[in-house]
């Protein structure tokens, strides 16, 4: 077998392999005698066809059929000869297959890139920590109640947070508008769910009240026909409901798990939580950080057919997020420069990751291992059966491994990183902005500790408005 080496572009390569004519003919041979001896045609007796019909009948797809075992094998042992690490499926390609000539085919693939890995004095880290501190468990234990807030009658005409329940009829130049016309939409005044004039013209309103007046639709209205429209609104409120906290009693503290010790019991299961959720943040920015430093620090090519591949999951995780089957993001042409960047990213970090383990002969710690398994097992009623189902299930356990490994990888960059310990308060940490300047506003600051709650999901308080109702949003409420 000869073999020549090509380098096309970046990490691709291509082999040009030769078998001797001789070796690939008798394989051919070899699969035409076998066929003979099983094949039965019309005129002959079975297993007595003669090879010269055997080959004419048979011929072109045995060729064809050995041709392709024979690329791949050889690709195989090529790679393994020229000491080469392909990093993707070869495409094979037939050159030459006329009988009494050398065999030859082409194997285009990319190859893993060389990574030099370099001196982890030059990864900076800025290490959050905080202490968990009275006011925080007060603020908690205050979003708790709000996360568990419960509509009660108001008996007062409605404001602004109120939930109200109201029956509508729209008119544009005394003809009733469908499209601003409902019957029993809910919504919350004042949150911006509709339209400026709309919400003023709800708000005083008692239950069982009525009014009319005229609301105008925004400029950028998403029904064009209503946009800058003046309509003439008939509202009659069913309902005006107030929210209404829970109080800080065994029913409440029930919700939490907690069944005895009361109000100390529960603040304590509280602070647990908040204090399991400053050392997920910490870790996870810490080694958010780490990778994004890997990443800036080395400079190499990847391979191309690996982001590909990462692009494809990356656009099937966008469509899990709107409950999409897997495989229809390529349905709809989502272009993958939109998720180029991230997935070469991705790529790159996973490649200096199994260097470091490769270079550092790291190994999945059994311990961490286990109490990993313990920490997913936790929240379970019985955690011995799901921990046993991880051990029972080799690619669940295999995602365990690497997750652990990930975090030695980690620890053993941060023995020679330079690590900055930022003090900073509760909220700043688990928002993130106590390593870096936050990127939205107080909502999104709120939003990553209403995360940090620990909550059972909660059914949506916000409106359920219906799809004839003008939102302010300009979109199907």
């Known amino acids: ?80 000869q020229e000491d080469m690490n392909p990093a993707s499926s070869p495409k094979l390609d037939v050159v030459k297959m006329d009988p009494g000539a050398d065999f030859e085919f082409t194997a285009t693939f990319d190859v893993f890139p060389n990574i030099e890995l370099v001196n982890f ?27 568990h807030a419960t509509q009660e009658a108001a008996g007062r005409q409605a404001e602004d947070g109120d939930q109200v329940k109201v029956d509508f009829t729209g008119e544009l130049d005394g003809e009733r508008v469908e499209e601003a ?60 409901n107030e929210r209404k906290l829970p109080e800080l009693d065994d029913e409440f503290y029930a919700k939490f798990g907690i069944e005895e010790g009361g109000e100390a019991a529960f603040r304590k299961e509280v602070r647990n939580n908040m204090q399991r959720e400053l050392e997920i943040a910490q870790k996870s920015q810490t080694k958010q950080q780490v990778m994004d430093s890997l990443a800036e620090l080395h400079e190499f090519t990847v391979p191309t057919a690996i982001v590909q591949r990462e692009i494809r999951v990356l656009k099937d995780q966008m469509m899990s997020q709107f409950q ?21 990213k991705r790529v790159k970090v996973g490649l200096i990751v199994n260097e470091v383990i490769s270079a550092a002969s790291l190994m999945a710690d059994t311990e961490k291992v286990d109490a990993k398994l313990e920490e997913l097992a936790a929240p379970y009623g019985e955690p011995d059966q799901v921990i046993e189902w991880y051990r029972s299930n080799p690619e669940q356990m295999s995602n365990i491994e690497m997750s652990v490994l990930e975090d030695q990888v980690v620890d053993h960059i941060l023995t020679s990183a330079h690590v900055e310990e930022v003090e900073a308060s509760y909220a700043d940490v688990i928002s993130g902005a106590a390593i870096a300047p936050p990127t939205g506003d107080v909502d999104d600051i709120e939003s990553e500790l209403d995360v940090a709650a620990d909550a059972a999901t909660l059914v949506d308080r916000d409106a359920e408005v219906s799809d004839e109702v003008p939102a302010e949003d300009g979109e199907t409420k």
């Open 1 to 80: 077998m000869n073999v020549s080496i090509e380098t096309l572009t970046g990490l691709e390569r291509r082999l040009t392999i030769a078998i001797d004519s001789d070796t690939f003919e008798q394989q051919i041979t070899s699969r035409l005698r076998t066929a003979a001896g099983q094949i039965k045609l019309p005129g002959f007796r079975a297993g007595k066809v003669p090879m010269k019909e055997v080959r004419r009948r048979f011929g072109d797809s045995v060729r064809a059929e050995v041709a392709g075992e024979v690329m791949q094998s050889s690709f195989m042992t090529a790679v393994q």
């Open 121 to 147: 004095d030059k990864v900076t880290v800025k290490r959050p920590f905080a202490q968990i501190e009275e006011a925080d468990l007060e603020s908690m234990i205050e979003r708790l109640r709000d996360q």
């Open 181 to 240: 016309s409902g019957e029993g939409m809910t919504f919350t005044l004042g949150q911006g769910q509709m339209i400026e004039d709309f919400d003023q013209g709800v708000a005083g309103l008692g239950a069982g009240e009525e009014r009319t007046f005229d609301a105008v639709f925004p400029d950028d209205y998403r029904a064009e026909e209503l946009q800058g429209k003046t309509v003439q609104f008939t509202v009659k409120v069913l309902e005006v």
């Open 324 to 344: 999409m089957p897997p495989g229809q993001a390529q349905s709809l042409d989502l272009p993958d420069s939109l998720f180029q960047d991230q997935a070469e």
